[in-house]
Each structure stands twice: as C-alpha cells, then as structure tokens.
C-alpha cells in the first residue's frame, strides 16, 4: 500500500534543484454530461494533511474539508475546465488536455511553476518539464491534493445540475452512466450539457 502525503517525486525534484512543482489530475473523463474539470496545484513543502490520498478514497465529507483546506494552504493553485461542446468538438482525450493546460496556465499566472507531476501516462507539449506517473493520486502528495480540488469542483457542478433537474438524479450518479441514469435519459430525453458524441447520448439522438 502507497503510504500517505507521500513526498517522494517532490523531494527528488527539489534535490534537483526545482522549486515550484505542481500535482495535476483530473475528472470526468467518463460522465455523458458536464464538463471535464482538471486541478494543478503546488504545496509548500511542509505541508501535511493526514489522510490525503486519491479523492475516490476519500468520503465526500473528508473531501469537502480536504478542499478547503488545500485551497487555503496551497502556495498556489488553479482549475480548468474543457465544456461539452469542446469534448465533442475535440474528443474528451484532447479536451482533458486543454482543461489541464487551463489549470496549469492559472498556476503560471501567479507563480513561477517549473515542473508539474500529473496524473496518468498521457503526454503534452507544455512549455515546462512533466512527469506523468500512473495511479500518481497514490503516489504524490501534489497529485493527490489537485485530484481533490478537481473532484469538488465537479460534484458541485453536478449538484448545480441535480437543482435545476432533479428527475436526472445527478447528485447520485454525478453524470457517469449508470442503469438509473439511462433509464432517465430515455424517459426525460436530452438536456443541455449533454456530450452528444457519447454512445448512450448518440444514439438517443439519432432516434
């Protein structure tokens, strides 16, 4: 098992001489609806939050308090977001990477970020040197903060959602699809915000 507020990507980057190093991951790559929302977020390098690991880990109450808590104590940190229209216009693996782009563009506008650890094994033309590190949300302290602010972010987006719809049942199953959430989708039909290049959403339109 992967020990907690794990430091040791981080520590290996300040021996070598970087100071500001960012955790970055995302959310919502699965949803049929919503937004793919991804975090990047530096920590100060005492920073200590017992019980920080993947936000799926995580209960929902932990999580909130873990947000608050990061968002407060971060040196800096930021969010960004690829709409429905974009994961349809681009697919959902370009846009994950224009939302982590947005999130780390945030980052460099307040700090001088210099290298970014991220979650997974995809790869990107930043400007800066990366890491990506698979089941990194267990594996770096950095990742695992950003990967809460990232997963906040979204379930509030789908709470929003759940308000203004309420018969969709977003606030159960936050846009993923599940049995409950087709069998509404076909009942209640499409609203906005759906990602129309998704098969269950596809094939609801061409009915």
């Given at each position: 098992?992967?020990?907690?507020?794990?430091?040791?990507?981080?520590?290996?980057?300040?021996?070598?001489?970087?100071?500001?190093?960012?955790?970055?991951?995302?959310?919502?790559?699965?949803?049929?609806?919503?937004?793919?929302?991804?975090?990047?977020?530096?920590?100060?390098?005492?920073?200590?939050?017992?019980?920080?690991?993947?936000?799926?880990?995580?209960?929902?109450?932990?999580?909130?308090?873990?947000?608050?808590?990061?968002?407060?104590?971060?040196?800096?940190?930021?969010?960004?977001?690829?709409?429905?229209?974009?994961?349809?216009?681009?697919?959902?693996?370009?846009?994950?990477?224009?939302?982590?782009?947005?999130?780390?563009?945030?980052?460099?506008?307040?700090?001088?970020?210099?290298?970014?650890?991220?979650d997974g094994n995809m790869s990107f033309d930043f400007d800066i040197n990366?890491?990506?590190?698979?089941?990194?949300?267990?594996?770096?302290?950095?990742?695992?903060?950003?990967?809460?602010?990232?997963?906040?972010?979204?379930?509030?987006?789908?709470?929003?959602?759940?308000?203004?719809?309420?018969?969709?049942?977003?606030?159960?199953?936050?846009?993923?699809?599940?049995?409950?959430?087709?069998?509404?989708?076909?009942?209640?039909?499409?609203?906005?915000?759906?990602?129309?290049?998704?098969?269950?959403?596809?094939?609801?339109?061409?009915?």
């Amino acid at each position: 098992m992967e020990k907690l507020n794990n430091w040791q990507y981080e520590n290996e980057l300040y021996n070598e001489g970087y100071k500001y190093i960012g955790g970055m991951d995302e959310v919502g790559r699965g949803p049929l609806v919503g937004n793919v929302v991804a975090a990047c977020c530096v920590l100060p390098s005492d920073f200590k939050l017992d019980g920080l690991t993947d936000s799926k880990k995580l209960s929902e109450k932990k999580r909130n308090i873990f947000y608050d808590y990061i968002k407060e104590n971060s040196i800096a940190y930021g969010i960004g977001k690829c709409s429905p229209e974009e994961i349809d216009k681009y697919n959902i693996l370009e846009a994950t990477k224009i939302a982590m782009k947005r999130a780390l563009d945030e980052v460099k506008s307040k700090i001088p970020i210099d290298y970014v650890l991220i979650d997974g094994n995809m790869s990107f033309d930043f400007d800066i040197n990366y890491k990506s590190i698979v089941k990194g949300d267990l594996k770096s302290i950095s990742i695992a903060a950003a990967s809460v602010l990232a997963k906040v972010t979204r379930d509030r987006e789908m709470y929003e959602l759940d308000q203004k719809y309420p018969m969709y049942g977003f606030k159960d199953h936050k846009g993923y699809p599940t049995k409950k959430h087709l069998e509404n989708l076909e009942k209640y039909g499409l609203i906005e915000g759906y990602r129309k290049t998704y098969g269950p959403v596809d094939k609801i339109l061409k009915k």
